[in-house]
């Protein structure tokens, strides 16, 4: 919580020492008018769950919220009715989430981990440049709250209770899905691909897909289509491609020259986005073999479907979630060398992030 409160504080006062980068937005759009402390934690994408707390699901022009996942937007509405608003309950459902989270990724890492690597697992994961969006209105902190749920119950083989926070986890965002890709591979694994050995109640993991039939339900009943989240990715420029060919136009879509101009203010961030998803597809590699398979799998899967739609976009915001690399970082830090090293290129990039994030310039 300390943390937190210092990383909110940060974040006013940066943004405090620079002008909005659009200035003129719309007024509806602002979460908190009266209060610059809290505004700045509700940008871009939150928009989309704004109108989905507001108006539920509709399609009007090209994009829609229809692409939108329900579970944060009808938590944040819920919370609201108690705490005043629907950007005030995102807020404290974002931040309570990454709370409780916490414990379930605790228990995880000392499984694999001593004491003082369960803590660097921590510290890492809570500087990431792209962990601000566990406080923001955003759904980072549910879906880490869920998917480390689901895998703390995993692990401890009470697949009632993984099901249900992975049903929830694929209610949070579309990846979560890759819950129970994860599972089957990591289980049967486990099991020397003998089914005659899988316990009936892992069954109980058929529940994760359910969380997106629950969704599905809510299309159809809202505007008539159960899978319009899935037509409507088009209108952010994701298809379905192998990730190589994503990587490919992303190198080749960078302006090394890095000018000022506001058509190429992504450059920087391409090059972020595709040097850090280089990272996260080979250090899961690294915990074959000395944890559940599950875990790198998962990792993996978090960062393969979203480079299998063709956009680098948002591939650090991505990565966030994906705990288990979190892990070999940690033993990378027994190095004193090493831990300064993390510690110090998560934290500059952490507030360069944030503030950018506040001030309305693209962040993931």
């Known amino acids: 919580m300390l943390w937190r409160g210092l990383l909110f504080a940060f974040n006013f006062a940066g943004g405090a020492m620079m002008n909005e980068h659009y200035p003129n937005y719309d007024k509806d759009y602002q979460a908190f008018h009266d209060n610059r402390f809290w505004d700045g934690w509700a940008r871009w994408d939150s928009g989309w769950y704004m109108r989905i707390a507001e108006r539920g699901y509709y399609i009007e022009g090209r994009q829609s919220n229809v692409a939108f996942f329900p579970l944060f937007p009808y938590a944040a509405k819920a919370v609201g009715k108690v705490v005043g608003s629907h950007w005030a309950g995102g807020l404290v459902v974002s931040n309570l989430s990454l709370l409780f989270s916490l414990f379930f990724l605790l228990g995880i890492a000392r499984r694999y981990l001593d004491p003082d690597g369960s803590r660097r697992f921590l510290i890492y994961l809570l500087i990431f440049p792209s962990s601000f969006f566990f406080s923001a209105y955003y759904t980072e902190g549910l879906f880490l709250l869920t998917t480390s749920a689901s895998f703390y119950f995993y692990l401890s083989e009470k697949f009632l209770l993984c ?39 892992f069954l109980w993991i058929l529940l994760i897909p359910c969380g997106v039939g629950v969704f599905m339900w809510i299309l159809w009943k809202d505007v008539g289509d159960p899978l319009a989240f899935m037509k409507y990715q088009s209108a952010w420029g994701r298809g379905f491609v192998f990730p190589l060919t994503t990587y490919i136009n992303a190198f080749r879509e960078i302006n090394w020259s890095f000018p000022l101009d506001p058509p190429y203010f992504p450059n920087m961030h391409n090059l972020l986005n595709l040097i850090s998803s280089v990272f996260f597809l080979i250090l899961p590699f690294f915990l074959f073999g000395k944890c559940d398979a599950a875990l790198p799998v998962y990792s993996l899967l978090l960062v393969l479907i979203p480079l299998s739609s063709g956009s680098m976009l948002s ?50």
Not at 180 to 198: D, E, T
């Open 163 to 201: 099901g249900v926070f992975g049903s929830l986890a694929a209610m949070t965002r579309s990846t979560g899905v890759a819950l129970f890709v994860a599972y089957l591979i990591g289980y049967l694994w486990k099991k020397r691909f003998s089914i005659a050995q899988m316990s009936p109640a």
């Open 315 to 364: 591939m650090v915001r991505f990565e966030v979630v994906a705990f288990p690399t979190f892990l070999v970082l940690a033993r990378m830090g027994e190095n004193r060398s090493v831990d300064r090293f993390l510690v110090s290129l998560f934290a500059i990039f952490l507030g360069l992030y944030s503030i950018l994030f506040a001030k309305w310039f693209w962040a993931g």
